[in-house]
């Protein structure tokens, strides 16, 4: 039985996956686990799309790579999808989103995105796609849709985070005794 949860962390690009981890990192001590940088470290790819300029993952090489790690919990799960993550391994799936296109729009344009992969995540964030792939994957009580568009979001989100896996770990304590 694990004694720490494994939090997904997912969402568009854009929308402060990356941020929210590392903050809840350190409020938290779970580790951040950002699935870009395993891919990449542990040889995860198939193929390299050059219209979209990105590497497309090989999921089931992914899923091998770090199931160890994720079986033992206490993981903060950064990455823009959750539904290939097997439901046993998961205790929360928080939706990022950020309602303002002109927000996402810009946050994008720094990251100098071709207009057709821009265009694909500002769709992507506008029909809710990643909340319905995580509602579709997950049972709903552990599926939670927060905002990350205004500087306080992140401070209000980790807090609220943090206090659903403290209050995970004293629920788990209290079933072990």
Known sequence: MRTSPNVVITGTPGVGKTVHCQQLAQDTGLRHLSINQVAKERDCFEI???ELETWVVDEDRL????EDELLHGGYLIDWHA???FPKSWIDLVVVLRCPSTSVLYDRL????????KLQENLDTEIFGVLLE????AF?????VELNSEKDNDVEDNCARISTWIESWKKNQSENVD
């Open 48 to 50: 390299y799309d050059s």
């Open 82 to 84: 959750c539904d290939l």
């Open 139 to 143: 049972d709903e009580e552990i599926v």
């Open 133 to 136: 792939e995580a509602k579709e």
């Open 63 to 66: 899923l091998d790579a770090i």
């Open 109 to 116: 344009s720094t990251r100098a995105y071709k207009e057709t």
